[in-house]
């Protein structure tokens, strides 16, 4: 994992160029309102105003005419929309501050919209992915990394799958065309760890992995 505060990427997404026969199969960021509807729960938000602006004209429009019981019932919507409109406003800036990259060697998470960070996950330290599609098309990629890569479930959040706090598991989420980037994934993984490991011979007999 690397971090730069003064760094200007020379590919945007990545810290740095790749190295010599690494590639860039894919790249792209979260989209916006499956972000907001999944990570920040913003369909759960519209029901919730929506039962309280329901209620509230229920419980007035006996005690009133139409018209007020209606009047009534505004404030509840309007403060609903403001919420709403903040959490879309959350979601717009992380999806901008987001950039996945999949490569023939890695998959590199540059995240984080007030510190930024960029995170490199090698195949040989990945285990399994597991992808959740949706009905849009849109789907989250979910990673189990092996016990060598550690990285907190705060530091990560919304790049996160939900709910795993024990094991935290990176995530690519909410992107879109998610069973298209899924395959290349598997593909690009399939092919680097099934290519032997070349170990280099340096002089006195020393051995370097390469």
Not at 168 to 183: M, S
Request: aromatic letters at 8%; hydrophobic letters at 50%; glycine letters at 8%.
């Amino acid at each position: 994992m690397s971090h730069d505060d003064f760094a200007v990427e020379p590919i945007e997404g990545l810290p740095e160029r790749p190295p010599e026969g690494e590639q860039i199969l894919w790249q792209g960021r979260p989209d916006t309102l499956a972000l907001a509807r999944e990570a920040l729960n913003l369909n759960w938000i519209i029901g919730y105003f929506g039962l309280l602006a329901a209620w509230r004209f229920i419980s007035v429009m006996d005690l009133m005419p139409i018209g007020q019981a209606i009047g009534a019932t505004v404030p509840f919507l309007i403060l609903g929309a403001i919420v709403c409109a903040l959490l879309y406003g959350v979601a717009l800036i992380q999806a901008r501050a987001t950039m996945y990259t999949i490569t023939t060697s890695r998959i590199a998470m540059r995240i984080g919209a007030a510190l930024t960070l960029t995170i490199n996950l090698p195949y040989r330290e990945l285990g399994k992915a597991a992808l959740d599609l949706r009905k849009n098309g849109t789907g989250t990629i979910a990673l189990d990394t092996t016990g060598k890569t550690k990285i907190s479930y705060l530091v990560l959040w919304p790049h996160a799958r939900p709910w795993r706090f024990g094991s935290t598991q990176p995530a690519l989420r909410c992107i879109p065309d998610a069973e298209n980037v899924a395959r290349i994934l598997a593909d690009a993984a399939e092919a680097r760890i099934s290519t032997p490991q070349v170990t280099r011979v340096a002089p006195g007999g020393a051995v370097a992995a390469e």
